[in-house]
Nanobody
Framework: QVQLVESGGGLVQAGGSLRLSCAVSGRSFRGLGMGWFRQAPGKEREFVAGSWSGGLTSYATSVKGRFTISRENAKNTVYLQMNSLKPEDTAVYYC????????????????WGQGTQVTVSS
């Protein structure tokens, strides 16, 4: 079973940057599709970014050009670099993983981390 542990959240001013990390354990990292999601108070959880086998990545329109997902296989870690942060980026950010390639389209991941809070002040 895959275990995911996020870190790197915090409080930042608008226009600032943060890098989130997600450490993966429990199975081979290389075959996993990885995703970042977020959930703001009173809102549904939404897809932010995904990293798929073969180096493919995808992003929500709201973060494209500002956020970058990357993975470091040697450390079994996936990152989310967030630049030009806006108050509307405030949310709990979750890391997710799945072996099924269909999650690239469905975003229906099977394994989730506990989340890390990101707060962007105006």
């Amino acid at each position: 079973q895959v275990q995911l542990v996020e870190s790197g959240g915090g409080l930042v001013q608008a226009g600032g940057s943060l890098r989130l990390s997600c450490a993966v354990s429990g199975r081979s990292f290389r075959g996993l599709g990885m995703g970042w999601f977020r959930q703001a108070p009173g809102k549904e959880r939404e897809f932010v970014a995904g990293s798929w086998s073969g180096g493919l990545t995808s992003y929500a329109t709201s973060v494209k050009g500002r956020f970058t997902i990357s993975r470091e296989n040697a450390k079994n870690t996936v990152y989310l670099q967030m630049n030009s942060l806006k108050p509307e980026d405030t949310a709990v950010y979750y890391c997710a993983a799945d072996t099924d390639a269909r999650v690239m389209l469905t975003h229906d991941f099977g394994s989730w981390g506990q989340g890390t809070q990101v707060t962007v002040s105006s």
